[in-house]
């Protein structure tokens, strides 16, 4: 079962303008990325998918496998879908091309759920607390007892009505890993309902009757989106 870790690569950004390639100890942040999941010797491929000539151009000069988009895509999914003309495998993983610390036990679980063939797309969750879960910003989600994704939401899902204590509540973390032909049949797939109200893409596959199942890890990813968040990535790596 050949496995590839495809990053979706976007120059441009709002909050941090050319996120990815500033610099993170020199290395960019989209070549950490790069070597971070490379690191983990789980992919039989690592490739950037990217739409710049700068990122093409640092991550050639660490001798990576680059795919250059020729189209425009709306989301990371999109983007990695077209790559799948020039990358040959059945487990496809979409690593966020902004975390550039990335877990070699959290890739391992997930893609070793696709041991199971009913598997189709999978995903990482992990617990927070409850103030956590009133934050917008984070995405929650609540499992079936096969640990298979019911909905994902910006609200703070299940509400807790009754006031239990140690209610558990459970982030989203968007790391997703497809069967290529899932992956495909997604990016075929209009816009949903729920997806425009959330503006959560994997409610698409939800609602058009993808199981996601989901794998519990403790990593805590740093994704860079601002300024601050730059500091905090030099900071762990020891640098001011």
């Known amino acids: ?15 941090l303008p050319a996120k990815l390639v500033q610099d993170l100890g020199g290395k960019s942040v989209i070549q950490r990325t790069y070597l971070s999941t ?20 640092q991550i050639k000069s660490l001798g990576g496998n680059v795919f250059f988009s020729q189209k425009g895509h709306e989301s990371g999914s999109d983007r990695i879908a ?7 495998a059945e487990i496809i993983v979409n690593v966020q091309g902004d975390e550039p610390f990335q877990d070699q036990k959290s890739l391992n679980d997930l893609v070793q759920v696709f041991e199971d063939r009913n598997v189709q797309v999978a995903s990482l969750k992990t617990l927070i607390s409850e103030d956590e879960a ?23 899902i299940p509400y807790n009505r009754d006031k239990i204590r140690d209610l558990q509540y459970w982030k989203h973390i968007g790391v997703y890993a497809y069967r290529r032909q899932a992956l495909l049949a997604f990016t075929e797939m209009p816009k ?18 993808f199981a996601i199942r989901m794998v519990e890890t403790t990593h805590q990813a740093v994704a860079i989106d601002t300024a601050e968040d730059l500091t905090r990535a030099r900071s762990i790596l020891g640098l001011k």
């Not at 490379?38 to 151009?57: C, K, N, S, Y």
């Not at 009133?134 to 703070?156: C, H, I, M, W």
């Not at 109200?197 to 994997?202: G, K, P, R």
């Open 38 to 57: 490379l690191a983990t010797g789980i992919f039989d491929e690592v490739w950037v998918v990217t739409d710049h000539q700068e990122i093409e151009q």
């Open 134 to 156: 009133q934050n917008p910003n984070f995405v929650k989600v609540v499992t079936n007892k096969e640990g298979d994704a019911l909905y994902f939401s910006r609200s703070s």
């Open 82 to 88: 077209e790559a799948l003309q020039q990358v040959d």
């Open 1 to 15: 079962m050949k496995k590839a870790a495809l990053i979706p690569a976007r120059y441009a950004s709002t909050r």
């Open 192 to 209: 949903s309902d729920l997806e425009r109200i959330e503006m959560l893409e994997q409610l698409r596959l939800l609602e058009n009757g």
